[in-house]
């Protein structure tokens, strides 16, 4: 079956630390892979998209993510996290009929707080 | 900039009522998503629509249903509310080989 499997649903970082946050996935197709990210209240705004091409994307934010293949893998990192960063987020697959009905399959979400 | 707009950012609905919630984007899309937002539960699909007057069943469609009479109006249609329909609606729109962009959502209580 499809999934999408964040396995942290709560993280806390400190300001100016590092992040990564995880997304696992199972597709029987070469997945279209999305990071979005939800402020409170708010819609989700995209961070960033793989389709093809070099596995390190990088999006907005100064964040990036790195598609791996062999562990179905697309895990987000960040350098330095600032205090605005907190929000919740959440990893998204979608198939090679991404272009003929664009379906996503969204993993639970992890929410990050960020201590000052 | 890729405008969705979800008519209402809060409502507040009574068990049995028939509840319309709209979505309007403004970049000639043509597939238009609804989701639910539940806690631990991400967003899971209810309807979309590839084209006026096309729908196809998500994930989740049942106690929805859909109208897709306009490009770019999409609505979500509660036949009669439940308590179990309260919950955070997201309504979504994309173009062709393009990830979706999202509106504010409509957080919808039923008592």
């Known amino acids: 079956a499809q999934s999408v499997t964040q396995p942290d649903i709560h993280i806390t970082v400190s300001e100016g630390a590092s992040l990564e946050l995880r997304c696992n996935y199972s597709y029987g197709a070469t997945p279209y892979l999305f990071w979005y990210v939800q402020s409170p209240g708010q819609g989700l705004q995209l961070l960033l998209k793989y389709f093809s091409g070099d596995t390190l994307v990088q999006g907005i934010k100064g964040f990036e993510a790195e598609f791996k293949r062999s562990q179905s893998s697309f895990n987000l990192r960040k350098p330095s996290v600032h205090w605005s960063d907190a929000a919740e987020y959440f990893c998204?697959?979608?198939?090679?009929?991404?272009?003929?009905?664009?379906?996503?399959?969204f993993g639970q979400g992890t929410e990050l707080s960020v201590k000052p | 900039d890729v405008k969705v707009t979800q008519s209402s950012r809060y409502l507040v609905k009574r068990t049995g009522e028939k509840v319309f919630l709209e979505c309007v984007q403004d970049?000639?899309?043509?597939?238009m998503f609804w989701y639910r937002q539940d806690p631990g539960l991400g967003l899971r699909l209810i309807y979309f629509s590839y084209d006026v007057k096309m729908k196809e069943k998500g994930d989740i469609p049942e106690g929805y249903s859909v109208s897709r009479e306009k490009k770019e109006r999409f609505s979500l249609i509660l036949e009669s509310a439940s308590t179990n329909q309260t919950s955070m609606y997201l309504c979504?729109?994309?173009?062709?080989?393009?990830?979706?962009?999202f509106g504010d959502g409509t957080r919808l209580s039923i008592l």
């Open positions: 979504a729109s994309l173009d062709s080989n393009q990830p979706q962009h």
């Open positions: 998204a697959v979608g198939g090679l009929r991404y272009n003929q009905g664009g379906k996503l399959i």
């Open positions: 970049m000639d899309h043509e597939n």
